[in-house]
């Protein structure tokens, strides 16, 4: 026997014995025990088939969440008429849904319809009166209509609801301003100013009527 075929002798013998041992061992893998992801996006299909995997699907965005987004989005572009039929079309889905209200209601104020916007900050306190940014919103457009005693009553329910929300005292203050009640504006300016620094007008107030008073 040559040496080269002793060495294949030897091969043979070392893969027969690597075989047997595997078969006896019981650490082969057996049919009924499937692997299991240890976690939830491990993958089951391996790197040619990554979509197989245990991981929780997203929670789907519901179309009136999809709607709000595209009137948020042509608010800020400018496109009101956009933004009015994203929001339109919210409200037929859920009529009740208050984001769609409430950006309703921003629109009629953006065009001047105080009235219909008056109806839509009363029908979301009609669902839910401890809102505290429809008493906010419904009190600012009372007081374009002239109806600033019911204007004061919403503003105060307002930081009433949320005492540390500074835009709350910063309207209430314009209304008080407009009325000619400066003294008590110039104490919700402050508040304003105290509880966010950044909102500069409530400065430039304040330094106006301390300089008038």
């Known amino acids: 026997m040559s040496t080269f075929q002793f060495f294949l002798l030897v091969v043979a013998g070392g893969l027969f014995y690597l075989f047997f041992k595997q078969i006896f061992s019981g650490s082969y893998p057996k049919r009924g025990v499937d692997f299991e992801a240890k976690v939830p996006d491990d993958h089951i299909g391996g790197i040619n088939r990554p979509d197989k995997t245990f991981s929780k699907p997203k929670t789907p965005v519901s179309r009136i969440e999809e709607l ?3 009137a948020d989005k042509a608010i800020e572009k400018g496109d009101l008429l ?18 769609a209200l409430r950006r309703e209601g921003y629109l009629y104020l953006e065009d001047r ?14 669902l839910d009166p401890s809102d505290d940014i429809a008493h906010d919103s419904l009190a600012n457009t009372l007081h374009k209509l002239g109806e600033d005693d019911a204007a004061q009553n919403h503003h105060r329910k307002a930081i009433e609801l949320d005492p540390e929300y500074a835009p709350h005292y910063f309207n209430y203050a314009n209304t008080l301003y407009d009325m000619g009640l400066k003294e008590g504006a110039l104490m919700n300016y402050k508040k304003a100013y105290e509880l966010d620094s950044g909102i500069e007008e409530a400065k430039k107030m304040i330094e106006e009527l301390e300089e008038k008073a």
Do not use: F, G, H, T
């Open 68 to 70: 709000i987004v595209m």
């Open 82 to 99: 956009e933004a009015r039929k994203a929001v339109q079309s919210a409200l037929i889905i859920d009529e009740n849904n208050i984001e």
């Open 113 to 126: 319809e105080y009235e219909a916007a008056k109806k839509v900050y009363e029908k979301i306190l009609s």
